[in-house]
């Protein structure tokens, strides 16, 4: 069964950067994309980009432009998210979701919360 | 960029029928998606594709998109439907995933 699991949670300081894993398990890690959403407490979903499984491409949100990278390590079917000077604004939980260009982000994982304070 | 709009909330008494709406500019000629967020618990796809349901959905989960407007509908009502829905879509001018403001379901 497909699934995705994401790293641990996070305290960090303004200013300071995070990285989020995702491991994927059950379905060919290269023939799908993972999304990469959050969701600030109490607030709706929001995407901040996706990067593909079979080469690396990524698409970033605007938002988070110049601010965010995501890779993959297919040897071990992760992906991951690095967030740079963070902000309290950034206090979120932030999910991966696998995907495909125009299709739905059908498996979702357990979210990771992040909480930047001083 | 794209906008999808979603009515903050909707209200049902159980064992009636539920319309969650998500306007956009000709959605109609989109692949809306339709996501459950439960409380605590990370969103679940529900419906694909404007209508297909995935894999251990119940049936009375169903969608329809046309014009400027996406609709999910959720027959028979039950306590454990309550939660946020969120419907989405790709833009594709910009190669970036939409999401609607949500909409917070009560069972009355």
């Known amino acids: 069964q497909v699934e995705l699991v994401q790293s641990g949670p996070e305290v960090k300081k303004p200013g300071a950067s995070m990285r989020v894993s995702c491991k994927a398990s059950g379905y060919l890690f290269s023939t799908f994309g993972v999304n990469w959403v959050r969701q600030a407490p109490g607030q709706g979903l929001e995407w901040m980009g996706w990067?593909?499984?079979?080469?690396?491409?990524?698409k970033y949100a605007q938002t988070f432009q110049g601010r965010v990278t995501m890779t993959t390590d297919t040897s071990t079917s992760t992906a991951f998210m690095d967030l740079r000077s963070l902000k309290s604004d950034d206090t979120a939980i932030y999910y991966c979701a696998r995907g495909v260009v125009v299709g739905a982000l059908d498996y979702w994982g357990q979210g990771t919360l992040l909480i930047v304070s001083s | 960029s794209y906008v999808l709009t979603q009515s903050p909330s909707v209200s049902v008494a159980p064992g009636q029928t539920a319309r969650i709406t998500c306007g956009g500019n000709y959605i109609g000629g989109k692949s809306v998606f339709w996501y459950q967020q439960r409380p605590g618990q990370a969103p679940v796809l529900v419906v694909s594709?404007?209508?297909d349901r995935p894999s251990g959905i119940p049936e009375r989960f169903s969608g329809s998109n046309s014009g400027n407007t996406a609709t999910l509908t959720i027959s028979r009502v039950e306590a454990g439907d309550e939660a946020d829905y969120y419907c989405?879509?790709?833009?594709?001018?910009?190669?970036?995933?939409?999401f609607g403001g949500g909409t917070k379901l009560t069972v009355l």
């Open positions: 594709d404007d209508s």
């Open positions: 989405q879509v790709w833009d594709s001018s910009s190669d970036h995933v939409v």
């Open positions: 990067i593909t499984g079979y080469n690396g491409n990524t």
